[in-house]
């Protein structure tokens, strides 16, 4: 077992390294705490490298990638949308705080979409044929979170000199970059019907998104000038019994 950690934790190390995994990894790091993004990282990756072991083990066959890299394609544009979605417009250095339960999930599931069909998932298959599962399953789970969390320490330090807004229209080009990448690669080969189905989802994906988060900035920008108004109208009434001669 020692022999199978070992050697799943260096060809997977290797293999993990200058991946989209870690740009992801660098990516939530400038949104939220690296603890609890590593944390993310080492559940999705443990389930995943699990269900790879399983397969290389008692099935000895690789999994069907242009399915799953088409629906992680999808995932990765609806988290692309959602990052603009919670973008919040401030002049300062942002600082990672997010730690709840809904990042963490996002954090999770993001993860979880990207690995499927990637290189390191077929790579720990194709180790469990041959060596022990639970050693392979341990040392492709190390060795992925360790090249990761290069890329976290990288993503905490830009994020203590980035400006928000900058972060967040990074990390939402990257989810459409890698959206893009996955679409691409499971439609290869496909059927014409297949990819016109794909377009159009992705098509309706998008202008529902853009619908959403136009709503949302017209709905903040009303209750910022409601509020200004509101603190004028304050500021006036002050000022006129400020100026009121006593009596």
Do not use: C
Request: aromatic share 8%.
């Amino acid at each position: 077992m020692t022999a199978a950690l070992i050697l799943s934790f260096g060809v997977v190390f290797v293999a993990e390294l200058g991946d989209r995994s870690q740009l992801m990894a660098m990516m939530f790091a400038m949104r939220y705490r690296s603890w609890m993004v590593i944390g993310a990282i080492t559940t999705a990756t443990a389930a995943i490298h699990l269900m790879s072991v399983v397969v290389g083990h008692y099935l000895g066959a690789s999994i069907p990638a242009h399915l799953t890299s088409v629906v992680a394609g999808l995932a990765m544009i609806v988290f692309g949308l959602w990052t603009i979605r919670g973008d919040s417009i401030d002049s300062g250095p942002l600082r990672p705080t997010k730690v709840g339960a809904s990042a963490f999930f996002a954090v999770t599931v993001a993860f979880f979409l990207a690995e499927l069909g990637d290189k390191t998932m077929f790579t720990t298959i194709a180790l469990a044929t041959d060596n022990n599962w639970f050693g392979v399953w341990i040392g492709s789970t190390l060795g992925m979170v360790a090249a990761d969390a290069l890329a976290i320490l990288v993503g905490a330090a830009m994020a203590r000199n980035l400006p928000p807004h900058i972060i967040s229209r990074g990390a939402a080009t990257l989810f459409f970059g890698f959206g893009a990448w996955l679409l691409y690669e499971g439609l290869q080969g496909a059927g014409t019907a297949l990819i016109v189905g794909v377009v159009a989802l992705t098509a309706v994906i998008v202008i529902v998104g853009v619908a959403v988060i136009r709503r949302q900035r017209a709905g903040e920008a009303k209750a910022d000038t409601d509020a200004e108004a509101n603190t004028d109208a304050e500021s006036g009434t002050s000022a006129v019994g400020e100026l009121a001669p006593a009596r």
